[in-house]
């Protein structure tokens, strides 16, 4: 028996699409919820990362803090939310926020932090305002590194998003856990191969979006390319 | 050389190329086959992955203790889908089962009848090699379920009677709920009762089940009828008189290495166990957070079934 083979056969064959149990739905739920955890994390983190970063207070507490965060059982917090509140989204929805937003406020914070200081200094010397360093030095410069928190912390979601269908949240955490329930492991992998190539798309979309916003004269820090290397001692 | 673009295509294709050895590397394997080797004096006692269950199986292996046997636990080990071959290939030697449950997954047809019309039928559907011994009083069937309020509301008694609904009916428990015999497709079947939706809650008719029910979040759920969180919910189980769920008696399923005096000690318990037995045990698991060990030690000893 080979479950690789039946697990492709499950996912082309034409009855498990189309409907309201068919894949597609469970993947266009999957994103819904990745994108939503993403929006909701990023409107969390940016701007805690961002104050951090720019003043440089909190930073010991902050970072403890969120690294205290990663360490809670995502399966666990999801079933006592859901618990507490209700079945359905909500319960996923936080449970995966608290799992996105230590990441991505780790690339907000070190966005900034990794900005050489005497382009800040420069940036005030020419008599720009705190809000004009934040926004026009600050924010551009420390987007490639967010960026990279932002495409780790979606891995993380779109991985762990199978989790949601355990308190009605729907997502391709069904095929995974129904095939779990009646011994049907081609379905179970069938499904964790579509969250792995859901996964792969996601890293496309986020390293082509990361290339997108760095600024004309930054590249991203690629510390074993020699060639860059060379190129910084040549300038320096 | 590798341009940088290049690069990355060749390093994505990398990751797909191992993801599919990977995944291809456990092809061959059954995740469950454990090394059940044959060792005559040990009885394997296994359960499914629900603590009611796991109960039933304690009782049976300290009632087997007890009366001398060497056994081996095995729990926890999910749906019938998931042990039944295990069963069948003499890997498991004791198990709990539930009687109509069980036949429906071994017979092609649909079985119905009372409960012992489906006892007899069980014992002919068994393969060579594996028996059950008496049946229980106790049961443990699927139900389906409302809230005493939306049973007020319109007036129902029986599963029939869920045709006096008039607002949409939305339906929750495990997914593979929607593709069972007595699922939403048999609702509509046989009496007319239109659903108008799923929601998914995965844990076979637990706490999220009852909360999402009480909550109005689903109207109709399906819940094991020894569950105490009915009586502590004030839920109400829908009358069965058409036997749409299969009287599910619990019986122990017991391989050749049973031999006739632990099929003894099995037949005093089924004699002792009945159904308020079986709830107030669940309400125990379930409310006092007491373990199997304690509940199963306590009602053994509370029927003189330990010597």
Same mark, same amino acid.
């Given at each position: 028996?080979?479950?690789?083979?039946?697990?492709?056969?499950?996912?082309?064959?034409?009855?498990?699409?189309?409907?309201?149990?068919?894949?597609?739905?469970?993947?266009?739920?999957?994103?819904?919820?990745?994108?939503?955890?993403?929006?909701?994390?990023?409107?969390?983190?940016?701007?805690?990362?961002?104050?951090?970063?720019?003043?440089?207070?909190?930073?010991?507490?902050?970072?403890?803090?969120?690294?205290?965060?990663?360490?809670?059982?995502?399966?666990?917090?999801?079933?006592?939310?859901?618990?507490?509140?209700?079945?359905?989204?909500?319960?996923?929805?936080?449970?995966?926020?608290?799992?996105?937003?230590?990441?991505?406020?780790?690339?907000?914070?070190?966005?900034?932090?990794?900005?050489?200081?005497?382009?800040?200094?420069?940036?005030?010397?020419?008599?720009?305002?705190?809000?004009?360093?934040?926004?026009?030095?600050?924010?551009?410069?420390? !987007?490639?590194? !967010?960026?990279?928190?932002?495409?780790?912390?979606?891995?993380?979601?779109?991985?762990?998003?199978?989790?949601?269908?355990?308190?009605?949240?729907?997502?391709?955490?069904?095929?995974?856990?129904?095939?779990?329930?009646?011994?049907?492991?081609?379905?179970?992998?069938?499904?964790?191969?579509?969250?792995?190539?859901?996964?792969?798309?996601?890293?496309?979309?986020?390293?082509?979006?990361?290339?997108?916003?760095?600024?004309?004269?930054?590249?991203?820090?690629?510390?074993?390319?020699?060639?860059?290397?060379?190129?910084?001692?040549?300038?320096? | 050389?590798?341009?940088?673009?290049?690069?990355?295509?060749?390093?994505?294709?990398? %990751? %797909?190329?191992?993801?599919?050895?990977?995944?291809?590397?456990?092809?061959?394997?059954?995740?469950?086959?454990?090394?059940?080797?044959?060792?005559?004096?040990?009885?394997? %006692?296994?359960?499914?992955?629900?603590?009611?269950?796991?109960? +039933?199986?304690? +009782?049976?292996?300290?009632?087997?203790?007890?009366?001398?046997?060497?056994?081996?636990?095995?729990?926890?080990?999910?749906?019938?889908?998931?042990?039944?071959?295990?069963?069948?290939?003499?890997?498991?030697?004791? @198990?709990?089962?539930?009687?109509?449950?069980?036949?429906?997954?071994?017979?092609?047809?649909?079985?119905?009848?009372?409960?012992?019309? +489906?006892?007899?039928?069980?014992?002919?559907?068994?393969?060579?090699?594996?028996?059950?011994?008496?049946?229980?009083?106790?049961?443990?069937?699927?139900? $389906?379920?409302?809230?005493?309020?939306?049973?007020?509301?319109?007036?129902?008694?029986?599963?029939?009677?869920?045709?006096?609904?008039?607002?949409?009916?939305?339906?929750?428990?495990?997914?593979?709920?929607?593709?069972?015999?007595?699922?939403?497709?048999?609702?509509?079947?046989?009496?007319?009762?239109?659903?108008?939706?799923?929601?998914?809650?995965?844990?076979?008719?637990?706490?999220?089940?009852?909360?999402?029910?009480?909550?109005?979040?689903?109207?109709?759920?399906?819940?094991?009828?020894?569950?105490?969180?009915?009586?502590?919910?004030?839920?109400?189980?829908?009358?069965?008189?058409?036997?749409? @769920?299969?009287?599910?008696?619990?019986?122990?399923? %017991?391989?050749?290495?049973?031999?006739?005096?632990?099929?003894?000690?099995?037949?005093?318990?089924?004699?002792?166990?009945?159904?308020?037995?079986?709830?107030?045990?669940?309400?125990?698991?379930?409310?006092?957070?007491?373990?199997?060990?304690?509940?199963?030690?306590? $009602?053994?000893?509370?029927?003189?079934?330990?010597?």
């Amino acid at each position: 028996m080979n479950f690789f083979a039946e697990a492709m056969a499950y996912i082309l064959d034409p009855a498990n699409w189309g409907g309201v149990n068919g894949l597609d739905t469970r993947i266009i739920e999957h994103v819904f919820i990745s994108l939503i955890v993403l929006a909701i994390a990023v409107a969390i983190a940016v701007p805690v990362g961002y104050l951090i970063g720019h003043t440089g207070k909190g930073s010991g507490f902050v970072v403890a803090l969120s690294g205290a965060v990663r360490a809670l059982p995502t399966l666990g917090l999801l079933i006592l939310l859901a618990l507490n509140l209700s079945v359905g989204l909500t319960a996923p929805v936080i449970a995966l926020v608290v799992l996105a937003v230590p990441s991505i406020l780790a690339g907000a914070y070190a966005g900034f932090h990794a900005i050489d200081r005497r382009t800040i200094d420069a940036a005030r010397a020419v008599g720009m305002t705190e809000w004009q360093i934040v926004t026009k030095v600050e924010m551009p410069l420390g !987007l490639p590194l !967010l960026m990279g928190g932002i495409r780790s912390a979606a891995l993380q979601v779109v991985a762990t998003a199978t989790l949601a269908d355990y308190v009605g949240g729907g997502g391709l955490g069904r095929p995974i856990l129904e095939g779990l329930q009646i011994g049907n492991y081609a379905q179970m992998l069938a499904g964790s191969v579509l969250v792995v190539l859901l996964a792969i798309v996601f890293e496309l979309i986020f390293s082509a979006l990361q290339k997108l916003v760095t600024p004309a004269g930054v590249t991203p820090p690629r510390l074993t390319s020699t060639r860059a290397l060379r190129n910084r001692s040549r300038t320096a | 050389m590798f341009t940088a673009g290049k690069g990355r295509l060749v390093s994505v294709g990398a %990751v %797909v190329v191992g993801a599919s050895l990977a995944l291809a590397g456990c092809s061959s394997s059954d995740p469950l086959s454990s090394g059940g080797s044959g060792d005559s004096e040990t009885l394997i %006692v296994g359960s499914q992955q629900y603590y009611s269950n796991e109960i +039933i199986a304690e +009782i049976y292996s300290q009632a087997l203790e007890d009366g001398g046997y060497t056994v081996d636990r095995q729990f926890n080990i999910g749906q019938r889908e998931v042990y039944l071959p295990e069963i069948e290939s003499g890997a498991i030697d004791v @198990f709990p089962e539930y009687t109509g449950s069980l036949l429906s997954a071994l017979v092609d047809s649909e079985p119905s009848g009372s409960s012992e019309e +489906i006892y007899d039928q069980l014992t002919e559907a068994l393969p060579d090699g594996l028996r059950v011994l008496d049946q229980a009083d106790a049961a443990d069937q699927d139900s $389906w379920t409302v809230t005493q309020a939306f049973a007020d509301k319109y007036n129902l008694t029986d599963i029939a009677s869920l045709a006096n609904v008039t607002e949409p009916i939305t339906v929750g428990g495990n997914s593979e709920l929607q593709t069972r015999p007595y699922g939403p497709d048999a609702l509509a079947e046989k009496y007319g009762v239109t659903t108008a939706g799923f929601t998914a809650v995965q844990d076979s008719g637990g706490p999220l089940t009852v909360k999402a029910l009480v909550d109005n979040q689903i109207q109709l759920a399906n819940i094991y009828t020894a569950d105490p969180n009915i009586q502590t919910n004030n839920l109400v189980v829908l009358d069965d008189p058409d036997s749409l @769920f299969l009287p599910a008696n619990v019986v122990p399923v %017991v391989s050749d290495k049973v031999d006739e005096d632990a099929a003894d000690i099995l037949n005093a318990v089924s004699a002792e166990l009945s159904v308020d037995d079986l709830v107030s045990m669940n309400a125990e698991s379930v409310n006092d957070q007491k373990s199997a060990s304690v509940i199963a030690e306590a $009602w053994l000893d509370d029927k003189g079934l330990l010597g």
